[in-house]
């Protein structure tokens, strides 16, 4: 791992875009993890309108986010925690499945409502409610249950706003009935892409621009 710790060094010396902690980066800590991320942002950028949290395998569209996020003001844009709205989830009890949960760890059979730990975001003012709130609380290892379901929802009784354009899976479909434009216009996220996937981006934003140059609609595939 010598090698990776060498190359962390070299992004953050060349980019400035990395904050290492001293925590096993490890699924189980995922929920300290991000509650050192709400931390960080209280003590350095406490001001910032919005923190959005994201998985590295989500194919993220940020001027349609940004968009999104234009729909919220006032108190709700301050207090907003919003992203895929789970409803009613069944508890996994597989002891093979990562997000085992054991019965004496939560006996209940379905977890409160939350919202998707893939992406999602928190208001200015849901930061410092939820990062406090949750220091009083036993830890839950799946972090988005934790934090939006059992503080915000259940203790902190904060309302959850479901964004219904962020695909929680990606799907081949989308290769054979949507081009760049419509891609663009239509989706906030996608979760689980693959490389190859993900070799869309660019051509996305060349055809974007070509698109909006020329006017027209397009009918072409940007499908690696």
Known sequence: MVWFQVELEEEWKEEGDLIVEDIM??????TLKVLRI????????????????????????VLKYLKQLQLYSGHEAHNLIAGHLYNDTDVIRDPNSKWFVPNEVYSAPR????????CY?????????????SLSQPLFHLEDVFLTGMVAGNILNMKLSHIPTLAIYWSPVYSLVTSSCTFYETYVAVHSASVDNLRCWSRFNSERSEERRVGKECRSRWWP
């Open 38 to 61: 709400l931390k960080w942002k209280q003590s350095h950028c406490p001001l910032a309108t919005y923190l959005v949290k994201i998985d590295d395998d989500v194919h993220l569209n």
């Open 111 to 118: 977890f409160p409502k939350f919202v998707s730990g893939i």
């Open 25 to 30: 980066d490890a699924y189980l800590n995922l």
């Open 121 to 133: 975001v928190f208001g200015v003012d849901a930061v410092p409610k939820l990062y406090h709130a």
